[in-house]
């Protein structure tokens, strides 16, 4: 029988890719509700920057390591949650082993640590491992339709490996694993050039740069603002009993890519042309969550819609490019709306 450690507030939590950009969102909110927080990144995608105002809060330690490698803490743990990979098509195809091996070797390090520590743990999985869906939308008794030998298959694979691993380690008994399947998220911290479609529109919307939108611009997704998918991570990882079966989290909201591309360019009144280029390689045509079990078992719900979570991360990426048109800056900051959303604190 599996220990589960106490909840509440006050637990000591590791969060692996904790410099990232859900990773310092998901940091900032632990912190917030009063638990003690071990950062562990290899600085592979996420950044020093993003961590910064922690580094001197009582509660929040760095270590700075590839999980691929050995860890061990010195104190109890009560949590693990690991968002440790590149997420973004240029990120993790630049290295493709080593994505596949921070998926199933770093997966398997981080349960080792939760089985010796008996900590709870949360892998944050994707809506990749749906591969182009033939089921839409997605629930997550569906299988998928992916390529095990294509470009994508690294971090498409290595996450369905990552979950079965997680699936293998609860069924022996031998960890309290959950799996979040996150859909596409954006907002504050993400990096302008980590080829994520919101990101790239915005830079190059505010950088008076065409946008580029690859394939016809019809095939869809669905975007969730980081503090809601920061609520969904906490409210699985507290939730008891443990579900037992994969959770999509994400915006259940569908917009075509040139939908999102006529939002931004609304936002930020510069004259841009569109730049159509071919579509990558098994690059999926719609995406959007059923959430129908993330709403039973959790009571949750994304609640920021699409043009408010743009506007704020649209004036966070004014605030934070180097070398910006002032002008730009300024009109991305007329779309400035009330203070960006936080994740709020859970008391499960």
Request: hydrophobic share 35%.
């Amino acid at each position: 029988m599996l220990q589960v450690n106490r909840r509440g507030k006050g637990k000591t939590v590791l969060v692996a890719g904790g410099a990232g950009f859900v990773g310092s969102h998901l940091c900032d909110a632990l912190l917030g509700r009063g638990d003690s927080v071990i950062c562990v990144d290899s600085y592979l995608t996420g950044s020093p920057d993003n961590v910064r105002p922690l580094m001197n809060h009582p509660g929040f330690r760095l270590i700075e390591q590839d999980i691929c490698k050995f860890l061990e803490i010195d104190e109890p743990l009560d949590q693990i949650y690991n968002l440790a990979c590149a997420a973004s098509p240029p990120q993790y195809q630049a290295d493709p082993v080593h994505t596949m091996m921070t998926c199933v070797a770093g997966t398997g390090n981080l349960l080792a640590l939760a089985e010796r520590h008996r900590a709870s743990f949360l892998q944050a999985s994707t809506s990749e491992v749906y591969g182009d869906p033939a089921e839409h939308p997605q629930k997550e008794d569906y299988r998928g339709n992916v390529s095990c030998t294509g470009p994508r298959a690294c971090y498409d694979e290595g996450k369905r490996a990552a979950e079965a691993l997680c699936f293998d380690m609860l069924r022996a008994g031998r960890v309290d694993a959950r799996v979040a399947r996150i859909f596409n998220t954006y907002g504050p911290r993400m990096q302008a050039n980590d080829g994520r479609i919101v990101s790239n529109l915005i830079v190059q919307a505010l950088s008076g740069k065409p946008l580029t939108i690859y394939g016809s611009g019809l095939q869809t997704r669905s975007f969730c603002y980081v503090s809601d998918l920061v609520g969904g991570l906490m409210a699985l990882m507290d939730l008891r009993p443990n579900p037992g079966a994969p959770v999509n989290l994400g915006n259940p909201g569908e917009f075509t890519i040139n939908e999102l591309a006529q939002m931004i360019r609304s936002m930020v009144p510069v004259r841009t042309a569109v730049a159509y280029r071919p579509l990558p390689k098994d690059d999926p045509q719609r995406r959007r969550p059923d959430i129908s079990r993330a709403t039973e078992l959790l009571d949750w719900q994304p609640t920021v819609p699409l043009a408010e979570g743009l506007r704020y991360t649209i004036d966070w990426f004014a605030a934070n490019l180097d070398d910006r048109p002032r002008k730009r800056v300024a009109a991305a900051r007329r779309h400035r709306g009330a203070v960006a959303p936080q994740a709020a604190p859970l008391d499960n």
